[in-house]
């Protein structure tokens, strides 16, 4: 398929065919395309569930209160933020650009890449008990917008948990789109109780689940009506 067909030919299914045959390594596949999905920074805050096991499975569609995409789906695909990483991530990105200057002298311009993730990051994503980083982003946005210079209004933890959840989202939709093209229907959901998954992952507080997609050949029970989208007009506007 091409690309429009693939985006045409891609729905929310919601019952699968349990009993068709199923490659496991699709899914795999299509998640490590995911990995090259946009995101912010580089930063990569992100992580994919690739849930094979019937035992786990089981217990992820319980939280997912046996709606019937994940109870009759071959493979379930949990979408995860990893705020707490981003340090980790931060450090990566810089080791990986400072390889890239190695030998060469170091421009202004590098040197601006370089503080991006020596400072910007740590400016962006830090948050401690008192506040105190929260209120200096606070302190720094207002005095940009007082001089009306723009500035990126990314202040406060759910202001982060905003952009991180974006990024996770793009990376869920080139799975879903890589699936299509794989000939396997897919069905993203937000209906689940995200306390049981992240217990059943093993993830720590700061985790937040951004999606759970069922994976499987889908029936034509399984899409409930005809795909309608509101007029482009009233959505697409060139300016």
């Known amino acids: 398929m091409n690309f429009d067909q693939i985006l045409k030919a891609r729905r929310s299914v919601r019952v699968y ?27 990569q ?4 569930y690739q849930i094979s096991s019937e035992e786990k499975k089981k217990k992820i569609v319980r939280a997912c209160m046996h709606q ?14 990893r705020h707490d990483k981003w340090k980790k991530r931060a450090a990566w990105n810089l080791a990986n650009m400072e390889k890239q200057f190695v030998g060469k002298e170091i421009t202004s311009k590098d040197k601006r890449a370089l503080n991006y993730y020596k400072k910007l990051m740590p400016l962006f994503y830090t948050n401690d008990f008192l506040g105190i980083a929260t209120l200096i982003r606070f302190l720094i946005v207002s005095y940009h917008t007082i001089i009306g210079k723009p500035i990126i209004h990314l202040i406060t933890h759910a202001d ?20 299509k093209s794989e000939n396997y229907d897919t069905c993203p959901m937000e209906g ?4 049981i998954i992240k217990r059943i992952l093993n993830l720590p507080a700061s985790a937040e689940v951004c999606m759970v997609i069922a994976c499987g050949i889908g029936k034509s029970e399984g899409i409930y009506g ?14």
């Open 17 to 43: 065919d349990e009993n068709a045959g199923f490659d496991s390594q699709i899914v795999t596949k299509s998640l490590e395309r995911s990995v090259l999905s946009a995101n912010s920074s580089n930063m």
């Open 45 to 48: 805050l992100w992580e994919f």
């Open 68 to 81: 019937s995409a994940a109870r009759t789906a071959s493979e379930l695909v949990v979408f995860v933020t």
């Open 160 to 179: 982060q948990r905003v952009s991180l959840h974006k990024t996770c989202a793009l990376a869920a939709q080139t799975f879903m789109l890589s699936m």
């Open 192 to 195: 689940f109780d995200e306390r």
């Open 226 to 239: 005809p795909r309608t989208r509101v007029p482009n007009d009233e959505v697409i506007f060139k300016v």
